[in-house]
């Protein structure tokens, strides 16, 4: 899509009384300045971050200097393994008898949650887009408008109602109020993944049909394999937006031992001391490093998934 | 699940089309169930039973005692309350500022980068790279990066130029604009939907415009804008809703809505009164601050659709 609008553009039209060789000339100077531009707004995104892995690296005298210190030196390296054992910390993680540094108690039970949510949110998500995408029934249309209704409902507004439910059912301090609902659907997930279906040829199914192919097969076997970069992006929104929530398990999780990183981050800030945002840095430069291997190993279905999402919808 | 399939393929073909669309219509009810079940008990028997204990004096779950029906009582309280109030017109600041701020800003960037400048890609990733990191981490990277002595690096940045410094946090205003900043910081994810619109607008549209004589600007409002009218409505009611949440900033950047109750928005207010210590038995007000955030969300949703009504067009001359 792009290199055929690229392509056509490219072509300058000559207007009259303007040289083609003077219109292309200031084409080439609008482009080094739009380019320009894009540089300085990627360098304004990009200084929080470099920010964020040079202060992990820095003693916590340099943390405080005036004017701040913009390369650490050294670069202290053992903020890292300080920041995850930290005194500040109360749980300890011992696996095999082996005691590993506390904040892995954290990592580790985000990894669970993470995983288990995004398992739920990708099966759910498939199972119930390939009913509204590939399944005619009456009250279909309706329903649909349901679930778009539900992406404009605030999370916020259920909190309180969805809190006591799981009180009630003796969920609370558990990780199951965050992992079960994600086994239901989420409404923006099922749209995504509609959205994808809809685009695979119906002739599958129906040659698949003849060939005495259920509809659980049709799915399983067609939609399924076909729809791995649909499935991809919805796994890595997934993982993003429960690896950093921080709401749901501020609400259900009280014992330590069960926190999550983002609940552990927001919790022990205190305990660091105000001396050590060397070391809170190296805890936060840990905690979102997973989001960032995943964004750059799989960026292709990131952009994907917005694509499919917003400009399809 | 199987079996069904089974049954559906097992029937006779020469049956009714009937049976077959009976068929169809059972499958349909099977695969959507989870999402039936999802939607009865996670969102809407939630927004109805916070409806219900908003009209009573529910102060902690307890099976053995039901609460009490009071009426609009708890209404009557939270329009007394001069926090919900401050909470609510935070929350309307940021949002009237936050929304448009980031729609206009990933709106010119994706335009910036549609014009064919090398390092698309790279430009992409770069721009959109900090919505993966949103959470605590980044709000705690943001709360030092606003520090404010010069030490802090936007600070030490403003006092080269002679602006600066600012106590972010000090005042009421600086800190409303800090969590402004932190948000538009986040106009990545905007701009590669938009960058994908764009992208997807026919050149032909473009040629004929400029064969008739339409400038840069020109090509912009009447070329780009109206092709790309759906996804920048799509951006805006996704960007209302997140923002009428907004939670991690308030919390973490301007620690808990400070200073004073200056950006203490209604996600935080709503969090406190439903769940921190101090405010224990409040169930039957935070159902109504519940109540209240889903009205509000549920209005502005719909005034967003009637106004873009006739002014977002759409190439398949409805709402598709």
Redesign the interface.
Known sequence: MSSQSQGARSVALPRAGVSLHSQRRTRLIARSFYFILACLGAVVMIIPLYWLIVTAFKDSGSVFAVPPILIPNPWLFSNIPDALNSSALPDTFVVFGVTLPAFFTYLWNTVVVTALTVLGDTLSGAVIAFGFARLRARGSNILFGLVLATIMLPYQAVLYPQFILFKTLGWTDSWLPLIVPTYFGSAFNIFLLRQFFMGIPRELDEAAKIDGCGYFRIFRSIILPLSKPALAAVAVFSFVFHWNDLLGPLVYINTSGKYVVSLALQSFTGGYGLAEWNLLMAAALVSSLPCLILFFVAQRYFIQGIVVSGVKG | ??A??????ASPRKRKRSSF?RA??R??????S??????I???A???L??AW?SLTNLTD?D?NHLPKFVGLEQYKALLDDRLFWVSLKATAIYTLVSVPLNIVAALL?AT??N??????RL????????????????A???S??LRS?????IN?LLSQVGLGPIDWFGSSNWAMVSLLMYNV?YF??AM??FL??L???P?AL??AA??D?ANAVRRFWNVSLPMIS??IL??A??GL?NS??S??PP??ITNKGGPGFATYLY?LN??DR??SDTQQGH?GY??AM??V??LI??VL?VVFFRVSRGIVYYESGGPG
């Open positions: 699940m199987v069904q399939a089974q049954a559906v393929t669309a169809e219509t499958a349909f009810y099977l695969f959507i989870p999402w039936i079940f999802g939607f008990v996670f969102s028997g939630p927004i039973a916070a204990f779950i099976i960037m910036l980068l014009q064919k400048i090398p390092g698309l430009f992409r990733t770069i721009y959109y790279m900090p919505t993966v990191v949103a959470g605590v981490a980044s705690l990277l943001w030092q990066l002595d010069t030490s802090g690096l030490w910081w990545g994810s590669v939907i994908a619109a992208q997807g607008v050149t473009y040629e400029e064969i004589g759906p996804v799509f951006n009611v996704i809703i009428l949440q939670f991690i919390l973490i996600g709503l969090f439903a769940f169930g935070a159902a519940s109540w955030l889903f969300s549920l949703t």
